[in-house]
């Protein structure tokens, strides 16, 4: 594929602002810079409305929620439709417990997602269908028209983009999906890789006009997936290498190796 938005990602370094999660907050903000973006963590009440003054995007995580974070979600995805400033919502876990359902019910009523980012199980949780989950993880399954059919079912439903990730990512604009088939299995042992693709997301739709987030969460998807097929180069099981080589691969994928090894194919 061409790459369009990853150059402009480098060269005009989009501020995401990141209400995300306890677990994966350094690695998310370590992802950011190594791309070429900038990373802005905070949940604080007093100041995400107006961070959204000068946000380019905004990313919504539920992935260690509580009641006070839940409150200032709904005001800074509030502030940014205002402000016109592109949201993306990982809904993780969503299926485990009644909480995190009362809590995205709420966001999804208030809030315009331009992206809904998630794993098969939290896509279908959102599309009405029981779907295997185990707490924040996807149980892998699912053939790819069930998958592809998830994505667009959200889509539509809340009139967004949708990203399912997973051994292949299916994009959705609604009426179009295109499955991306790169990664690797070491994402699935390194915590925040979902998390991050979120963060990076936004970061692509921030460079991006809004009738282009397609477009731009395509690009985003195989940008991260390609880098993850890089870093995963000779490893097997060396977890923790394949995260700092992910790290780095995120700062050096180029157009070229895009170009080359990026597998996208409408479904
Ligand atoms: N089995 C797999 N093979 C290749 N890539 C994968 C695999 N599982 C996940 N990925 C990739 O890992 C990244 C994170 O997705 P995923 O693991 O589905 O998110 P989450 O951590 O939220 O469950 C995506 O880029 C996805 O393409
Ligand atoms: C392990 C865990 N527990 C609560 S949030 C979280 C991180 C999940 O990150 P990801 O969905 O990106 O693997
Ligand atoms: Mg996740």
Redesign the pocket.
């Known amino acids: 594929m061409q790459s369009h938005y990853l150059p402009l990602v480098r060269s005009q370094t989009p501020l995401v602002h990141c209400m995300t999660n306890l677990v994966v907050t350094n690695f998310s903000a370590n992802g950011l810079l190594a791309l070429g973006a900038s990373p802005f963590m905070s949940v604080t009440p007093e100041e995400i409305a107006e961070i959204q003054n000068f946000a380019q995007a905004l990313l919504i995580n539920i992935g260690t929620i509580n009641e006070t974070d839940a409150k200032a979600m709904l005001i800074a995805g509030k502030a940014a439709n205002k402000a016109g400033v592109p949201v993306v919502l990982?809904p993780?876990g969503v299926g485990a417990t009644a909480f995190r359902q009362k809590i995205i019910k709420q966001l999804l009523a208030e809030i315009n997602f331009a992206v809904i980012?998630?794993?098969?199980?939290?896509i279908a949780f959102l599309a009405g269908i029981n779907w295997q989950g185990k707490g924040?993880?996807?149980v892998?399954g699912g053939d790819a028209a069930d998958l592809s059919r998830l994505a667009k079912t959200v889509a539509q439903k809340y009139r967004c983009i949708t990203a399912?990730?997973?051994?292949?990512?299916f994009i959705s604009d609604g009426k179009n999906v295109r499955q991306?088939q790169?990664?690797?299995?070491?994402?699935?042992k390194v915590?925040?890789?979902?998390?991050?693709?979120?963060a990076v997301i936004g970061a692509f739709l921030g460079v991006a006009q809004p009738a282009d987030y397609f477009a731009a969460s395509i690009e985003a998807?195989a940008v991260?997936?390609v880098a993850?097929?890089l870093a995963a180069r000779d490893l097997s099981r060396e977890t923790g290498t394949f995260a700092i080589n992910f790290i780095n691969r995120l700062g050096t994928i180029d157009a070229l190796q895009l170009a080359d090894k990026a597998r996208i194919s409408e479904i």
């Open positions: 990982d993780v980012r998630g794993n098969a199980a939290e924040v993880d996807a892998t399912l990730s997973g051994e292949i990512d991306i790169n990664g690797t299995q070491l994402f699935r915590t925040g890789s979902g998390c991050l693709l979120g998807c991260y997936a993850g097929e």
